[in-house]
Structure formats: structure tokens, C-alpha cells
């Protein structure tokens, strides 16, 4: 049951290692650390994503940065309270990990395939240039009753498709995970510089 859940939420991305292993949890003796990667998109510009790699996995108490690893895994998200009320956040669950020689142009770098039903209404606009864009979050779920919960982005004729779509609909996603950044205001005329991670899609299909 497990591994048919599991195959609902596959991720792979291969990157250059952009910082040390920073402690997050630890569940029955196993620790888990924070590791982000910059991955390249085929533009000159690259996403910065966060991975969650079990010390099993990997020696953590070595300094990696500026090598190249490819992960496989799953894009997983947990609500952190912060400034009265829940902020979502996102990282690749790491499930295997190994290194590799630079970057391989025959490997695609960042892949992601999500199976999961629509859990708010899908928000769709225009930009000022008449470009279509949809905004939609879908909740996968996961083993033991849990449920990841991700949000996408999709144009054109993909975002004229989601906006049809009900919540609780059933979804299928190919794409890529990116990340961007933006303000938040904080309190006064306080701000912070944060990043926020999505799916960029590419293909999407309703399943009946």
C-alpha cells in the first residue's frame, strides 16, 4: 500500500550543492537535514530547492558545496506556525541520492509528477500583456492519512483547462519545481526577502 501511495508524488532533480547540512528533526533516532541546490532551468537562471536528506542516506558532517548530486524523491510540504497563523512549507523529501560528474546534459534535471485532487478554487487571471495564468493547489496524499499540499502554476491553454476544474477534483501533473522570490510585509513598514516554491506545470490531465 505504501509503495502505491509513494508512486503518486515522484520527484528528480540534479544540482550543485549551494550550502552545509542544517540540522531539522529527528524521528525514532533518525536525523534529518536541510540541504538546497541550485538547479539549473534551460534559461541562464537556476532555482534554488530545498531537500530533506536522512543521515542514513548521506555523511552530513561533510561540506559539499559545489558538487553535483542527483536526488530522487518526493515534493513534500508541513504548515510552521509563524506570526500568528500557519505558513506553508515546501522541500524535496530526498529517497535516494548519489553523485554525479558535473552537469549531465542526457539527465534532465528537474522533473515532477504529482497525482492528487484540487483543494481550493483555482484562481485564474490575465496578465497586463493578456498572458493566461492559473494558480491551483492540489493535495496528495501520502501514507498513514497524511497529505502533502502543493501549489501550481500553469499559462496558456493549461491555465484555460484548470480553471474548469471543482474542488475535489482528481489531477495529474507533469512539470518542474521552481522557486522565486518576493517581499513580505511584516509589521510597520518592515519587510523580508523570502523564496517561494511552486510546480511550474507543463502537462496536466483531469482524471474522471
Excluded at 559539499?64 to 509563524?82: A, L, M, T, W
Aim: aromatic share 12%; proline share 2%; with cysteine.
Amino acid at each position: 500500500m505504501a509503495d502505491k501511495v509513494i508512486e503518486n508524488n515522484q520527484v528528480s532533480i540534479m544540482g550543485k550543492v549551494a550550502s552545509e547540512f542544517v540540522f531539522s528533526h529527528e524521528v525514532f533516532g533518525e536525523g534529518f537535514y536541510m540541504l538546497e541546490l541550485w538547479v539549473k532551468r534551460l534559461s541562464d537562471s537556476s532555482d534554488r530547492i530545498p531537500v530533506m536528506i536522512s543521515e542514513r542516506l548521506i555523511d552530513v558532517t561533510q561540506d559539499y558545496r559545489g558538487e553535483y548530486i542527483q536526488v530522487e524523491g518526493q515534493f513534500r510540504s508541513y504548515n510552521r506556525h509563524e506570526e500568528k497563523k500557519n505558513r506553508l512549507v515546501l522541500s524535496v523529501f530526498a529517497r535516494e541520492v548519489r553523485f554525479v560528474d558535473g552537469e549531465d546534459e542526457k539527465i534532465k534535471s528537474n522533473q515532477i509528477f504529482l497525482d492528487g485532487f484540487i483543494c481550493k478554487p483555482t484562481v485564474y487571471r490575465r496578465t497586463p500583456l493578456g498572458r493566461e495564468i492559473a494558480d491551483i493547489l492540489i493535495a496528495v496524499n501520502r501514507p498513514y492519512g497524511k497529505s502533502d499540499y502543493i501549489p501550481c502554476i500553469c499559462w496558456g491553454r493549461n491555465a484555460r483547462f484548470a480553471s474548469n476544474f471543482e474542488v475535489g477534483s482528481r489531477v495529474q501533473i507533469w512539470g518542474r519545481i521552481q522557486s522565486r522570490e518576493y517581499i513580505k510585509r511584516l509589521e510597520g513598514e518592515q519587510t523580508e526577502k523570502r523564496i517561494a516554491y511552486e510546480v511550474s506545470i507543463s502537462k496536466l490531465e483531469c482524471v474522471q
